[in-house]
């Protein structure tokens, strides 16, 4: 698919990745200001919050370098069916890994955590889930889609984003914004997760994916594609997707575009 293809920087480790994927945060809360005087970003869980702290809580380096947190809104691109305070929830990490660091200075992002009512029944908690999607994103007439600035995944070892797995039914989801999932092959089982229409139908995609233990998926994702969630996203969205990843990461993976910041 020339011309089409996602964007892949590779970079040496996590802290030289780190400002880059500042640079391109600032390129893309500066479009969702100008677009709508808010930046709505969409995050997932595992390693993504550490990195992405690293990337948002380094010193400025000009003006122009300048992280509005006031303007963002953060909402989940996935959740566990777990206490905002468990050990398992994507909130909590994003809590303990970025915004209670965040300088009380720099102004507070808005965030969107599950209502933890309605933990007890999955079904429910994506229902209420996407009610709030729906309040934030639609300007009284109702949209078909809600369109995000930006999703931040991450890449599991098997080829999935969010709690979107590989060979799993969900993925064949149509009508729903954001689903239920009662057994994830990743622990803990029970979850909600946008679901693959909604990812592909934000304006930008990043994924973040490091470490070696990530070579053989990244070869598949990007040599065969095979049907993977991740490479679903990256057929769906093309040049709007955009991997940061580490050397280690992409060992050995043949890439038309493999570019540089
Ligand atoms: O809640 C979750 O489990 C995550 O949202 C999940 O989709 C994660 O992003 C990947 O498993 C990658 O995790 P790592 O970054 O830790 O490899």
């Known amino acids: 698919m020339p011309g089409k293809q996602p964007n892949l920087f590779a970079f040496n480790d996590v802290d030289a990745l780190a400002?880059?994927?500042r640079s391109y945060l600032i390129?893309?809360?500066?479009a969702g200001l100008t677009r709508h005087e808010a930046f709505k970003v969409a995050v997932s869980g595992g390693s993504l919050p550490k990195t992405l702290a690293k990337a948002l809580l380094a010193d400025p380096k000009s003006a122009e370098d300048t992280i509005k947190f006031d303007k963002w809104e953060i909402f989940f691109a996935d959740e566990r069916a777990v206490p905002l305070d468990h050990e398992d929830s994507n909130y909590g990490l994003l809590k303990k890994e970025l915004l209670d660091k965040i300088p009380a200075e720099l102004g507070q992002p808005t965030i969107h955590p599950i209502d933890t009512q309605y933990l007890?029944?999955?079904?429910?908690l994506a229902d209420q889930y996407e009610k709030l999607l729906v309040n934030s994103f639609a300007k009284g007439d109702s949209v078909k889609?809600?369109?995000?600035d930006l999703?931040?995944?991450?890449s599991g070892p098997d080829g999935h984003t969010c709690s979107l797995f590989p060979g799993h039914p969900l993925l064949r989801e149509t009508d729903a914004w954001v689903a239920p999932i009662e057994d994830s092959p990743k622990p803990p089982p029970r979850r909600i997760t946008?679901?693959?229409p909604v990812v592909t139908h934000a304006v930008k995609?990043?994924?973040?994916a490091t470490g070696g233990g990530k070579k053989e998926i990244m070869k598949e994702i990007f040599e065969q594609g095979n049907g993977l969630p991740c490479a679903l996203v990256n057929e769906a969205t093309g040049e709007r997707c955009s991997w940061f990843v580490d050397n280690a990461a992409v060992e050995g993976v043949s890439f038309p575009r493999r570019g540089f910041l």
């Open 19 to 21: 400002p880059a994927l």
């Open 145 to 148: 889609l809600p369109i995000f």
């Open 194 to 196: 946008l679901t693959l």
């Open 205 to 208: 995609v990043a994924f973040v």
């Open 151 to 154: 999703l931040l995944l991450g």
């Open 120 to 124: 007890d029944d999955t079904q429910e």
């Open 27 to 30: 390129t893309c809360q500066n």
